[in-house]
């Protein structure tokens, strides 16, 4: 089937705006993650959530940094009140935790530039 | 604390040749290991996933072993070609309460025609 999928690909934002940028993941995958990878810097974590629940939310920098999961599936994060340091490729990734391997699928990422 | 490492960070070889990509982590409690590529502008693309209890994984040109007692993992890639040009990424999930996984900072590799 299709892949995990985000919207959008591109976002350039003022500082001081807010963004939400999307997450679409795998059908049936019930585990979610979002990473942040700054230009010349490795993978952060942000976020884990299992189902609608985020069991870890220990890498979200700030308290600008918000994110939901509906339904299973859709999960948005949001940044307010965005400072250029946010600056990053946005990615999320998807597992099926019930294999018990949490193998990760990424999708394509936002690449968020604030002005 | 729980880190990740990979060395070299960058790395040239001909067409051809076989390499061996290193992944070190500082706590030998893991869950799995998983090998990524990352081509320029994309996201990223499984490779392989080692589980705790597993000693090596194969697919196709790529052989990824685990020594969790000495907190290392390889990744050999046979027959190099320069389709294989990427940067490699290594990712680990410590078993110590959490559900995220630490990425190690990647191997840039570039095979030559």
């Known amino acids: 089937g299709a892949g995990v999928s985000q919207s959008p690909s591109n976002k350039v934002t003022e500082k001081g705006k807010d963004v939400e940028l999307r997450c679409d993941p795998i059908s049936g995958h019930t585990a979610l993650y979002w990473y942040r990878q700054s230009l010349g810097q490795g993978l952060e974590f942000l976020i884990y959530?299992?189902?609608?629940?985020?069991?870890?939310k220990s890498g979200l920098p700030s308290d600008r940094f918000s994110a939901e999961r509906t339904g299973g599936s859709v999960s948005t994060l949001t940044i307010q009140r965005t400072q250029q340091e946010d600056s990053a490729v946005y990615l999320c990734a998807s597992s099926f935790s019930g294999s018990r391997n949490y193998e990760q699928y990424f999708g394509p990422g936002t690449r968020l530039t604030v002005t | 604390k729980q880190e990740v490492t990979q060395i070299p960070a960058a790395l040239s070889v001909p067409e051809g040749e076989n390499l061996v990509l290193n992944c070190s982590f500082t706590d030998s409690a893991i869950y799995n290991l998983q090998w990524f590529r990352q081509d320029p502008g994309k996201g990223l693309t499984s490779l392989l996933l080692?589980?705790?209890?597993?000693r090596e994984q194969t697919s196709g040109r790529l052989n990824a072993s685990l020594d969790k007692s000495s907190g290392r993992s390889t990744l050999y890639i046979a027959a190099s070609q320069p389709g294989d040009s990427a940067t490699y990424l290594c990712a680990v999930r410590f078993t110590s309460g959490t559900y995220k996984y630490i990425f190690g900072t990647g191997t840039r590799l570039k095979v030559l025609a």
């Open positions: 959530f299992q189902g609608n629940s985020a069991p870890d």
């Open positions: 080692i589980q705790s209890s597993q």
